[in-house]
């Protein structure tokens, strides 16, 4: 009965910090325009996202439940999109990052899509973006070796019928690591 009854008040407290910052982003209007200090938060998170709302609050000279409310409502917002953890790929094996651009032969909806939907099925393609220019497409490829990057470029990419030509470049090295965005 008493644990139940616990329950039921922190179900009740996590209502009021959702109630609280919803109304925060209400009152900031739906397209968030971020103040200092949510730049600072969003920098600090993107530094070490797993960060208690007492440490974030901390670093910022804020209350905890202040910090708590910021963060919940740049997440409903989308401004915060998600979290993850930044693993590094000679650990797992994959001794191979390239960048492969890809042209298509035809500019047709449903081959575009074909294209992306093999390539989210692609294992090793871990990001795709579109381009303007020559190439339609530019993936980030992290394979175990050039065995593997060849493999998935002439067995996986090159058979595939929307692909009209492919120029990769292998990584040598990777001065500078994936930042965060400017804020």
């Not at 993850?84 to 298509?104: C, I, K, S, W």
Request: overall charge negative.
């Amino acid at each position: 009965m008493l644990r139940s009854a616990v329950a039921g008040i922190i179900q009740w407290l996590c209502g009021i910090e959702s109630a609280l910052a919803a109304a925060e982003l209400e009152n900031r209007g739906v397209d968030v325009a971020l103040d200092d200090t949510d730049r600072r938060l969003v920098a600090v998170l993107q530094r070490d996202a797993r960060l208690s709302n007492q440490e974030l609050g901390d670093a910022l000279h804020l209350s905890a439940s202040q910090a708590g409310r910021r963060r919940q409502a740049l997440q409903a917002a989308g401004v915060i999109s998600g979290y993850r953890a930044n693993l590094d790929p000679a650990h797992l094996g994959l001794t191979v990052q390239a960048f492969v651009q890809v042209e298509l032969a035809s500019h047709s909806r449903s081959i575009a899509d074909d294209f992306l939907r093999h390539c989210d099925q692609l294992r090793d393609v871990v990001s795709v973006w579109t381009l303007t220019g020559e190439s339609d497409y530019l993936l980030r490829v992290y394979c175990e070796d050039l065995k593997g990057l060849n493999r998935l470029l002439q067995h996986e990419l090159l058979r595939h019928e929307a692909v009209l030509r492919l120029h990769s470049q292998v990584v040598l090295d990777q001065v500078k690591a994936d930042a965060g965005l400017p804020v």
